[in-house]
């Protein structure tokens, strides 16, 4: 079964770069879409990024140009870089794999890592 965990949140300054990390510990992590979301204080949770099994990335319009997500499969981990971090990036970023089957579906969340961007 997936177990996510994420780390890497931190206090940092605006324009300032982070990198958040989300290890499987368990299941197929290769079939599953993974993606980041982001909830602030008061606000609904977003889906920041995504990067599917098979297919192109796609990101919020925010954080396009300044984030990039990947995959390393082998290592059964997924990265957020973020670069030039904004005050309105400070959130609780979660990371999520999900997938489809024939039948039925699959998600799973991690318990989340918080950022904070001070101006």
């Known amino acids: 079964q997936v177990q996510l965990v994420e780390s890497g949140g931190d206090l940092v300054q605006a324009g300032d770069s982070l990198t958040l990390t989300c290890v499987n510990s368990?299941?197929?992590?290769?079939?599953?879409?993974v993606a980041w979301h982001r909830q602030a204080p008061g606000m609904e949770r977003e889906m920041v990024a995504e990067?599917?099994?098979?297919?192109?990335?796609t990101y919020v319009d925010a954080v396009k140009g300044r984030f990039t997500i990947s995959r390393d499969n082998a290592k059964n981990t997924v990265t957020l870089q973020m670069n030039n971090l904004k005050p309105e990036d400070t959130a609780v970023y979660y990371c999520?794999?999900?997938?489809?089957?024939?039948?039925?579906?699959?998600?799973?969340w991690g318990q989340g890592t918080q950022v904070t961007v001070s101006s």
């Open positions: 999520h794999a999900h997938r489809q089957g024939i039948t039925r579906g699959w998600e799973y």
């Open positions: 368990g299941g197929v992590f290769e079939l599953y879409d």
């Open positions: 990067i599917p099994a098979g297919g192109s990335r």
